[in-house]
T-cell receptor, first 114, second 111 residues
Framework: ETGVTQTPRHLVMGMTNKKSLKCEQHLGHNAMYWYKQSAKKPLELMFVYSLEERVENNSVPSRFSPECPNSSHLFLHLHTLQPEDSALYLC?????????????FGAGTRLSVL | GNSVTQMEGPVTLSEEAFLTINCTYTATGYPSLFWYVQYPGEGLQLLLKATKADDKGSNKGFEATYRKETTSFHLEKGSVQVSDSAVYFCALKGGADGLTFGKGTHLIIQP
């Protein structure tokens, strides 16, 4: 148990559906992240939130919409996805500051887009 | 920009063999370096880290030394076990953004 919980663990959705992924951290951290893990590709950083403000958006398509209502919760809202968006989506959190930059990961949500 | 290159697997070894997984990086400044491990069906877990040149990170019999002169952070273990079978990721962090990962190395240990 890493202190970062992701739900659901598995999700199957059609291209016209709208769904949300949830991440909750119980570590008192001040930064949260979304990563995408696809087969045979490096983990891709999607979004970074530090102190509840988005600080990075690596050219992620607008069909992915993050939300960080407080420092403990992070959502990824999904709509009109494509089959190539099928992947493992990982959430992580960290305490940003001098010498404190270890990221703790959740178990991920395995997303399949039909 | 930052990048991490690691040997691609799968790497298949017998139990008690010596393990080396190579990792080299490109970054500006002085990044922190990490090895993460991912067991089947799970998220990533931090295995070890090093924050400055010549630091050696170690955990569970694994070691890696931050070599600035060769921009490397190779992972080693003297005697692997079947339970070490997993995917290993080398990563760096150079600032306030997220981690930059290598593609991962799938390690298979046979009894």
């Amino acid at each position: 148990e890493t202190g970062v919980t992701q739900t659901p663990r598995h999700l199957v959705m059609g291209m016209t559906n709208k769904k949300s992924l949830k991440c909750e951290q119980h570590l008192g951290h001040n930064a949260m992240y979304w990563y995408k893990q696809s087969a045979k590709k490096p983990l891709e950083l999607m979004f970074v939130y530090s102190l509840e403000e988005r600080v990075e958006n690596n050219s992620v398509p607008s069909r992915f919409s993050p939300e960080c209502p407080n420092s403990s919760h992070l959502f990824l809202h999904l709509h009109t996805l494509q089959p190539e968006d099928s992947a493992l989506y990982l959430c992580a959190s960290s305490q940003e500051g001098r010498g404190k930059n270890i990221q703790y990961f959740g178990a991920g949500t395995r997303l399949s887009v039909l | 920009g930052n990048s991490v290159t690691q040997m691609e697997g799968p790497v298949t070894l017998s139990e008690e063999a010596f393990l080396t997984i190579n990792c080299t990086y490109t970054a500006t400044g002085y990044p922190s370096l990490f090895w993460y491990v991912q067991y089947p069906g799970e998220g990533l877990q931090l295995l070890l880290k090093a924050t400055k040149a010549d630091d050696k990170g170690s955990n569970k019999g694994f070691e890696a030394t931050y070599r600035k002169e060769t921009t490397s952070f190779h992972l080693e273990k003297g005697s692997v076990q079947v339970s070490d079978s997993a995917v290993y990721f080398c990563a760096l962090k150079g600032g306030a953004d997220g981690l930059t990962f290598g593609k991962g190395t799938h390690l298979i240990i046979q009894p």
